[in-house]
């Protein structure tokens, strides 16, 4: 799951959602224009004769109860608003990879339907995807010559937490049915692999760019699978798997409380389908049924045994305290109780237990236990180096505007036929752009043939929401020089 996903799950994942509703938007013009250059107009014709009018994007909207704030609800009535700042709207859906957003841009709540939910089955985030998760084998992958699209992701995550019976409006069941985008892709004949090549390729560059420092989880194998044209879901499979959600999300309270709210199935939606596999333990500092060593408010330590593992990020454990026994060294367990993890001291590995079920420290143990409670209590608080006086700057006020400079109408190396020396092969390669906004037709074969200096005529402009030299040739409607491009990807 990308990283983001999970930064917003970790907060809001538990929250009840009190709305779904399902948005559709038609699908950027020039995306149909490729697939048309490609198969010679055949993708169109397949599109109408397969009666689709338009091709659509489906996302879902989940409105959830929101206990934290500052965030606010807009429920859009035509050209009016409503803030509620007791509700938050997520917008869930499947480009390249699985997206989980808060910002909500007003132009896509228009083509909006209601999924009603189920009466006396609360559903949050973590169950609704959790459920998907574990059915559906395509949970993550994008392949729209495999009909894995957006559409199929949004119909099996209704389908599968069982809200599919819950709509008897006739236009949205319409809008709910995916399209057959394998038929629609086989148009494209011998090029339909472009189109998987371009998603995976594009899937793999989001990754790098925004989860490059997250460590990924291998996906287990499912047992089950949803199938199309197969009813996997009726109301005694929805059952079935509604109660096994809700038990596993007790047993995952029960068993594991290091964070402060539970999160269900949280492993899972860690994983990804294509990347090592690791373990949550290494970031455990403290495992459970261990004894520690804490701080008290006078001075002194006190000895407890841990109740579950304590991580890093935990920010209050649960303890049993261990009470001294006539005055000596020997401890006994006794109550339970929750503790700041900043009171730890330092862990105690082995103690001596005792036929009388008494415990008691080693003696290098309650030496190096009182060091470091000295230390804590002498400890001399950081030196703090003071900032660097700054000093002003005197103005030059001699300078004279120079006159002999070059005034250039249009952008000389993307627009002017300049020679250009060679600087690198990044700054090589984006005279792709030059030969496309100058229609030279030969200088992008040049380019492409120069393997040695130029490492891709697909570099962008300059920024990464910037234009590549494919964009420009579409932008100017330049067939030619596009399929020069399309061929080299």
Not at 183 to 189: E, P, R, Y
Not at 472 to 481: G, H, R, V
């Amino acid at each position: 799951m990308p990283l983001r996903v999970r930064n917003i799950l970790k907060k809001v994942g538990d929250e009840l959602i009190l709305k779904i509703q399902l948005g559709r938007t038609p699908v950027r013009g020039h995306n149909v224009r490729i697939l048309n250059l490609l198969s010679h107009s055949k993708f169109t014709n397949k599109q109408l004769e397969l009666g689709y009018d338009e091709i659509y994007h489906n996302y879902l909207l989940i409105t959830i109860k929101n206990t934290y704030g500052p965030y606010v609800l807009q429920h859009m009535f035509g050209n009016a608003s409503q803030n509620t700042t007791s509700t938050t709207i997520l917008k869930l859906e499947k480009r390249l990879r699985i997206s989980l957003k808060y910002r909500i841009i007003p132009d896509e709540l228009i083509d909006v339907y209601d999924i009603p939910l189920t009466p006396n089955k609360p559903l949050t985030l973590n169950r609704l995807l959790s459920a998907a998760l574990n059915v559906d084998k395509n949970f993550y992958r994008f392949d729209v010559g495999a009909n894995n699209t957006c559409q199929t992701f949004v119909e099996n995550i209704i389908d599968i937490n069982g809200l599919l019976p819950n709509i008897i409006d006739q236009a949205t069941l319409n809008a709910l049915i995916p399209i057959d985008a394998k038929t629609l892709i086989s148009s494209l004949g011998s090029r339909a692999d472009i189109v998987e090549i371009a998603t995976n390729l594009g899937a793999q560059l989001e990754k790098l760019v925004f989860d490059h420092k997250l460590t990924w989880k291998k996906s287990q194998p499912k047992e089950f699978v949803l199938m199309r044209n197969v009813n996997v879901t009726d109301s005694e499979s929805i059952n079935a798997i509604y109660n096994a959600t809700l038990e596993l999300e007790k047993n995952v309270i029960q068993v594991d409380r290091h964070v402060n709210r539970p999160k269900f199935n949280q492993n899972r939606l860690d994983e990804d389908d294509d990347d090592d596999s690791t373990s949550e333990s290494e970031n455990v500092t403290h495992k459970s049924k261990t004894f520690i060593i804490c701080r008290s408010l006078a001075n002194s330590f006190y000895l407890c045994q841990t109740l579950q593992n304590v991580y890093n990020y935990t920010k209050e454990i649960c303890i049993r305290w261990c009470s001294l026994v006539d005055e000596n060294t020997y401890f006994k367990l006794d109550y339970e109780d929750k503790l700041d993890p900043h009171t730890i001291l330092t862990e105690i590995p082995n103690v001596i237990h005792h036929a009388d079920k008494t415990i008691s420290l080693k003696k290098q143990d309650i030496i190096e236990t009182n060091r470091l409670l000295e230390k804590s209590i002498t400890a001399t608080k950081p030196v703090t180096i003071s900032k660097a006086q700054l000093f002003k700057v005197q103005s030059n006020r001699f300078l004279k505007e120079n006159l002999a400079l070059t005034e250039y109408r249009t952008e000389p190396f993307f627009e002017d036929n300049l020679p250009v020396s060679f600087i690198s092969s990044s700054v090589q390669s984006k005279l792709a752009i030059r030969a496309v906004i100058l229609n030279d037709r030969i200088l992008l074969k040049s380019l492409i043939d120069d393997v040695d200096r130029v490492c891709s005529v697909h570099i962008r402009h300059d920024l990464s929401e910037s234009l590549s030299a494919i964009h420009y040739a579409i932008k100017n409607n330049n067939i030619d020089l596009l399929k020069i491009l399309l061929e080299d990807l």
